[in-house]
């Protein structure tokens, strides 16, 4: 190696970092892009290759590779669906109750703040929970108002997600018939 190529040669691994990075940064940009697909095409391998077991035991047992398929893919929906059935309706039931709720605990907690205060007054102490009481009442609406609009992004994220999964139930039943090419 000659003198001359000694600082092309620190040219070059000093390019090689921040192309490093650049390209680094590039491939987790394309994994946020793509997350949602990979995620679909990750669970859907995953539910086809644990499904595929029982499906593979029914044909062992004589049955035909599309019947036994739908079979396996019909008691698992189903199982899904049954405990969907049970669970979100206690969700629900819950979620209404502490809704139903709310403005009495919040009621109850002023009410209780403003005893204090009379029993500050009355103790003379020098305490003014005026002021928290205000502070309060102010924070909880402002709490409240962010909740509404989170439940609305939580309203159209639940329909994206619920596409996502039917998604994922058909590339997983594609995989399940067609799997093994």
Known sequence: MTMREEPFRWLKWGMLLPILVLNGWLLIQLFEYFSSLISIFISA?????????????????????????????LLALSAVVLLAVTVVPIVVSQLSDFVNRLPDWIGSGSQQLEELQNWAIARRFPIDLTRLINQLQDGLSERLQELSGQLFSFGVGLVGRTLDCLLTLVFTFYLLLHGDR
């Open 45 to 73: 391998n995953l539910l086809a290759f644990v499904l595929n077991y029982p499906v593979q035991w029914l044909e062992r047992h004589r049955l035909s590779r599309v019947r036994a398929v739908t079979v396996v893919f």
